[in-house]
């Protein structure tokens, strides 16, 4: 059975243009003028755009003596529900734990996702058999590998761990992602504040300044030159941040960053407010910053120095947030957002002129699905690829409110706010996966993507880091220092 999406405007990464769209199976098969299917959704008045790509999100994630509260059925619910058809998660294994026995845990729980899905790979421990395993990890099409800076004593690697791991990423054609903060300074922070009677949720704020970003964002930097590997720095919250990876771009170095819907458009004020839950509810890591790091973020989206909008969805239940009553270093960080990312920056980006619908496009989905090596499969509208798509209604309009939400949770970072630009159509692999405000996706379509080793931009790095690699001088007895 065929379906077409007629009457819309495609709005890609590149192009805007009036076409009709043919899907096929989970295939777009056809683009073009007056197209038939079986069945027809009427995308009158709205833009066709790739369906979003969340790179970063944490489904039933065990963190800090929990498990965050969506797991792959309602994330990835939530993720269709504001236009986003595709997330990566972090597969994550205890230190000292074999990546593939963690892989394997994680393929368990991804069984009822609504949509595709793909994992990067957490290196949480060094040693031989995180080493050995890392290459049967990419063979089994995961080619991203996470470095926590931060949480010292439970996810933290050190430099030398750190440095390890990216040469081995290096041989492998794989790319190593950061959580870029200093996790030593942050530590100290944290206990200097609860000594000093600092233990609600502000202190988080207080412990994580963007300085101990901005550092930990120039180590990950030089450490990913040396061992010549491209670098992904998730969560970019701040100048600081922005800064190590603007001005190692314009050194010609391939590092790529990522700022979330919620460090765009939330500010510090949040930590600030009287009321505690709604203080601790905004708690993860890096903190929201104020205006002047939005400005920064906005202004790297605008310029190309920053290239996606993730959410980094890690979302947990008030009784959980309320583990930190006493103790703000105790409070689950996270939050959630997957619903939310494509509405905002819509609203925030696109109606307010910040950003182009083709940019939109570009760092919601296009961007990524290139970064990640899943392109055009995934992140295009083109003959072939995957029907991953929205049918993206621009005067739609609703308040944001956790009583409607598909997340478990029972509250939203982003009550209240309006947001005009909704889907009316979610097709995940040819499947109308939402239909205006009606859900009609099924638990456990959504399949694993595999992304293949040895992107272009891995290859050209490699083929640099040949040419310029240090080469011994051989040099004759006559040009040595006599009597040597
Ligand atoms: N970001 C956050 O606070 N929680 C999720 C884990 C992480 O990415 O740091
Ligand atoms: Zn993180």
């Known amino acids: 059975m065929s379906k077409v999406i007629k009457g819309g405007t495609i709005v890609t990464a590149d192009l805007t243009y009036e076409a009709d769209i043919l899907v096929e199976g989970d295939k777009i098969v056809e683009i073009g003028k007056n197209l038939s299917g079986d069945e027809v959704l009427d995308a009158t008045g709205c833009y066709v755009m790739p369906g979003g790509i969340d790179p970063h999100v944490h489904l039933e994630m065990p963190f800090m003596g929990t498990h965050s509260a969506d797991g792959f059925e309602s994330g990835t619910r939530a993720g269709l529900a504001g236009g986003t058809t595709m997330v990566v998660d972090f597969c994550l294994p205890n230190p000292g734990q074999s ?84 996790g030593d300074v942050v530590a100290t922070m944290q206990q200097k504040l609860l000594a000093e009677g600092n233990n609600g949720p502000e202190a988080h704020a ?75 509810q905004r708690v993860m890591s890096p903190p929201f910053r104020n205006k002047q790091h939005q400005d920064s973020l906005w202004a790297g989206l605008q310029s190309g120095s920053l290239q996606v909008v993730a959410t980094d969805h890690c979302a947990f239940t008030i009784e959980q947030k309320r583990f930190g009553i006493g103790d703000f270093t105790k409070i689950p960080n996270g939050t959630g957002g997957l619903e939310d990312r494509m509405p905002m920056l819509w609203t925030y980006g696109v109606r307010t002129g910040r950003l182009t619908m083709n940019e939109f496009v570009a760092v919601t989905s296009t961007n990524i699905a290139k970064i990640l090596n899943m392109y055009p499969r995934k992140g295009a509208i083109l003959e072939g690829a995957d029907a991953d798509l929205v049918v993206w209604d621009p005067n739609r309009s609703k308040t944001i409110t956790s009583k409607s939400q598909q997340s478990v949770i029972e509250y939203n970072v982003f009550e209240g706010k309006e947001v005009v630009g909704l889907p009316r159509f979610t097709l995940t692999r040819g499947r109308v996966a939402i239909e205006e405000s009606t859900i009609k996706t099924e638990p456990g379509v959504g399949e694993f993507i595999g992304r293949d080793a040895y992107p272009a931009v891995n290859k050209a790095l490699s083929q640099w880091k040949e040419i310029t690699a240090p080469r ?5 007895a006559e040009n040595m220092p006599a009597g040597v």
């Not at 290459?135 to 690697?157: C, P, Q």
């Not at 300044?209 to 930097?221: H, I, K, L, Q, S």
């Not at 771009?249 to 407010?273: A, C, W």
């Open 99 to 182: 990546l593939l026995e963690a892989l394997a845990i994680w393929q368990q729980k991804s069984g009822l996702a609504c949509s595709d899905y793909s994992y990067h790979m957490a290196i949480t421990s060094w040693n031989e058999q995180v080493f050995n395993e890392m290459s049967e990890v990419v063979d089994r099409g995961i080619n991203t590998f996470k470095h926590f800076m931060a949480y010292k004593g439970a996810l933290m690697v050190d430099d030398d761990e750190m440095f390890a791991s990216f040469q081995r990423c290096a041989a492998l054609g794989a790319m190593p992602l950061v959580h870029a903060e200093n």
């Open 206 to 280: 207080y412990s994580r300044p963007p300085e101990v970003e901005g550092e930990a964002a120039n180590r990950a930097v030089m450490i990913a030159d040396m061992a010549g590997v491209p670098l992904y720095i998730v969560h970019a919250s701040c100048e600081q941040a922005h800064e190590a990876i603007r001005r190692a771009r314009q050194k010609g170095m391939r590092v790529f960053g990522e700022p979330l819907i919620q460090h765009l458009t939330l500010d510090d004020s949040e930590y600030r407010n009287p009321d505690w839950d709604h203080a601790a």
């Open 472 to 476: 011994k001088v051989e040099r004759k």
